[in-house]
């Protein structure tokens, strides 16, 4: 009997050595492998998700470009309202506007149709 409590001393003996070793080595690496792959994911979410770094840079290029356009569109709008307001106030505008859009002529004026010529020539 006492041969075998020495046998599983030395088997526990044996295994706490064999864990102490290796399995708070393997513990260790596994969680550092673990906390890596976390990091990597994380990582890779905060640059490519749907919200990522990478869309916030083509949400923001894309607002520049808008706010382009917007400045665009305002200084045109701008341009109309002037044109809408000589319109309704100045008579000479509105008379400009019928003869060159609507091709309008006065009785005393004569129309001279010259023929189209190719580009370039006189």
């Not at 864990?19 to 906390?35: D, E």
């Amino acid at each position: 009997m006492h041969l075998y409590k020495k046998c599983l001393n030395i088997r526990q003996d044996w295994c706490n050595k064999f864990i102490n070793y290796f399995g708070r080595g393997l513990m260790r690496r596994w969680l550092t492998i673990a906390i890596a792959i976390l990091f990597a994911f994380g990582g890779f979410v905060l640059l490519a998700g749907d919200n990522g770094l990478l869309h916030l840079y083509k949400v923001k290029q894309e607002k520049a470009k808008m706010e382009t356009r917007i400045q665009q569109l305002q200084l045109q709008q701008a341009d109309y309202r002037e044109k809408i307001n000589q319109l309704n106030s100045d008579p000479a505008t509105i008379e400009k506007e019928i003869r060159e859009q609507l091709k309008f002529v006065r009785e005393d004026e004569k129309v001279f149709l010259l023929p189209k010529t190719a580009a370039g020539e006189p």
